[in-house]
């Protein structure tokens, strides 16, 4: 019986209050986000470009102007200025142990983020080393380390990918996710699946798990009206089971949610070992 829990977080708006960009690169460059972003919106209404795509060649142009060059080491080192919602840095191992203590061997977490924001960035990251995998935007590096161009896009549709990939056991981007897999052969069945998410474009993520009987949670910013609306938007169709703000302190809304789910699927798990050990004792008489 498959017994891991897979939680799978979006990160910027949803672990953090502000794009992992504003922390880092932009302030660099001396560029104010909410140029930049409306700067990326209008190139993406003017030519219909892929607006991930767009944000990550304007950064690179950006850059170029200021001749700042863009590294990964660069991008590492900036990720320890990334600030996040409160209880975020004890969150994930006070989640494990409050699982392993709950529910024993039937449920074994995986924490997993799929991001559109740089991967580069994320695993220099304080809370890196908790996921058991990082999926998120790359650039390519020249033979100087240098950025040069975009060679992962992660945008809101290409997230589901990710997520059939960690329902597989493929990780590994090389390998193939498209030839068929018996549901029984798969280590993450949808329904042992939390995505956990700030918006609109974790929508298509929220549709593929819940579809396949896992669960979603919507977070948003203490105090963000509009936010808090979007939120509501997504419960009232369906997209998600709960709506919370994004507090990840021991006893929070948000992490008594966590943990009723966990806990719900810990259950489920126990009943299907039941039900399929009572079927294989009373098959043979």
Same mark, same amino acid.
């Given at each position: 019986? *498959?017994?891991?829990?897979?939680?799978?977080?979006?990160?910027?708006?949803?672990?953090?209050? =502000?794009? +992992?960009?504003?922390?880092?690169?932009?302030?660099?460059?001396?560029?104010?986000?909410?140029?930049?972003?409306?700067?990326?919106?209008? &190139?993406?209404?003017?030519?219909?470009?892929?607006?991930? +795509?767009?944000?990550?060649?304007?950064?690179?142009? *950006?850059?170029?102007?200021?001749?700042?060059?863009?590294?990964?080491?660069?991008?590492?080192?900036?990720?320890?200025?990334?600030?996040?919602?409160?209880?975020?840095?004890?969150?994930?191992?006070?989640?494990?142990?409050?699982?392993?203590?709950?529910?024993?061997?039937?449920?074994?977490?995986?924490?997993?983020?799929?991001?559109?924001?740089?991967?580069?960035?994320?695993? =220099?990251?304080?809370?890196?080393?908790?996921? $058991?995998?990082?999926?998120?935007?790359?650039?390519?590096?020249? &033979?100087? =380390?240098?950025?040069?161009?975009?060679?992962?896009?992660? $945008?809101?549709? +290409?997230?589901?990918?990710?997520?059939?990939?960690? $329902?597989?056991?493929?990780?590994?981007?090389?390998?193939?996710?498209?030839?068929?897999?018996?549901?029984?052969?798969?280590?993450?069945?949808?329904?042992?699946?939390?995505?956990?998410?700030?918006?609109?474009?974790?929508?298509?993520? +929220?549709?593929?798990?819940? *579809?396949?009987?896992?669960?979603?949670?919507?977070?948003?910013?203490?105090?963000?009206?509009?936010?808090?609306?979007?939120?509501?938007?997504?419960?009232?169709?369906?997209?998600?089971?709960?709506?919370?703000?994004?507090?990840?302190?021991?006893?929070?809304?948000?992490?008594?949610?966590?943990?009723?789910?966990?806990?719900?699927?810990?259950? &489920?798990?126990?009943?299907?070992?039941?039900?399929?050990?009572?079927?294989?004792?009373?098959?043979?008489?």
């Amino acid at each position: 019986m *498959k017994s891991t829990i897979a939680l799978i977080y979006d990160f910027d708006g949803t672990l953090t209050p =502000g794009s +992992m960009q504003e922390y880092t690169i932009l302030p660099e460059i001396g560029v104010k986000p909410n140029s930049f972003w409306k700067e990326v919106n209008d &190139e993406v209404k003017k030519t219909g470009a892929e607006s991930v +795509m767009t944000y990550m060649r304007l950064t690179l142009k *950006k850059a170029a102007e200021k001749d700042i060059p863009v590294t990964a080491a660069r991008f590492r080192s900036q990720a320890g200025k990334i600030r996040y919602f409160k209880g975020v840095p004890a969150f994930f191992k006070a989640i494990n142990r409050y699982s392993a203590k709950t529910n024993g061997r039937l449920s074994a977490l995986k924490h997993y983020i799929i991001s559109g924001g740089l991967k580069e960035i994320l695993v =220099g990251t304080s809370i890196a080393k908790n996921f $058991n995998n990082i999926f998120a935007c790359e650039y390519y590096y020249d &033979e100087y =380390g240098k950025a040069v161009f975009p060679k992962v896009v992660v $945008n809101s549709t +290409m997230k589901t990918q990710y997520i059939f990939r960690i $329902n597989k056991g493929k990780e590994d981007p090389s390998e193939s996710i498209n030839e068929h897999m018996d549901e029984n052969k798969r280590p993450v069945p949808f329904k042992n699946m939390l995505y956990i998410g700030d918006g609109m474009t974790d929508v298509p993520s +929220m549709a593929v798990i819940k *579809k396949n009987g896992g669960r979603a949670i919507a977070v948003y910013k203490p105090k963000d009206t509009r936010g808090y609306r979007t939120c509501k938007e997504l419960l009232k169709a369906g997209r998600v089971d709960f709506i919370a703000e994004a507090d990840y302190r021991e006893g929070s809304q948000l992490v008594k949610y966590i943990k009723l789910i966990i806990d719900t699927m810990s259950a &489920e798990i126990k009943y299907s070992e039941e039900l399929a050990a009572h079927k294989a004792k009373n098959s043979s008489r």
